[in-house]
């Protein structure tokens, strides 16, 4: 049987190291999948989506399909904001892994590709170990193979800068962007106070 993989994929940096891997591995035969209702606000969710897609065709031409999932923020919400607290690597992001990944294996299935992967796993923030948990116990149920592999940041980040692809700067709930302002806001304030230290 000919492999062919599903990948999904959680923005344009951290699908391009994945993809040149994938590409050599399956000799072509990848699907991407976008799937991620954790996003916030909307407007983000698109330009990542834009930027991915933008991405695609510019390296890739028609090569790689790309199927965009459903946007289902609320019940992503639902879900996930009970364990915000925990953030970011906390377990607010097991219960975000599990959502996309389990949506990817039931794509998988649907359209009968052997192997699923995710890009989620070349950010430093992210925890491979849960991922790989997910996957493995997904993979016993739907019978897909989970293709695990530890990404090259280093060339994701080179490939981000040859494309000029816009990358974001929290990880994309809106928990994440909330955390985010938070340090942005006390770096201000110690950056202030180093000043008028100085001067006084
Ligand atoms: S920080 Fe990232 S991985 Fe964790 S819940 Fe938010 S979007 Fe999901």
Request: proline share 3%; hydrophobic share 30%.
């Amino acid at each position: 049987m000919r492999r062919h993989i599903l990948l999904h994929a959680c923005c344009a940096p951290c699908a391009t190291a994945a993809i040149e891997i994938l590409d050599k591995e399956f000799d072509g035969d990848i699907t991407v999948l976008y799937y991620n209702p954790n996003i916030a606000p909307r407007k983000e969710m698109e330009t990542r989506f834009e930027e991915l897609s933008r991405y695609l065709s510019e390296r890739y031409g028609d090569k790689i399909p790309l199927i965009k999932g459903e946007y289902d923020a609320a019940e992503w919400m639902r879900r996930v904001a009970p364990l915000s607290a925990s953030g970011e690597g906390g377990k607010r992001c097991f219960e975000c892994y599990y959502m996309r990944l389990h949506y990817l294996f039931e794509k998988a299935k649907e359209l009968g590709v052997t192997d699923v992967s995710t890009t989620l796993s070349i950010s430093p923030h992210k925890d491979k170990k849960w991922l790989d948990e997910i996957g493995r116990l997904l993979e016993k149920y739907y019978h897909v193979s989970w293709y695990s592999h530890l990404w090259d940041y280093r060339r994701s980040v080179e490939l981000s800068k040859e494309y000029n692809l816009y990358r974001q700067d929290y990880c994309g709930c809106i928990f994440s962007l909330k955390e985010r302002n938070e340090r942005v806001a006390a770096r201000e304030q110690r950056k202030k106070e180093r000043i008028v230290n100085k001067t006084t």
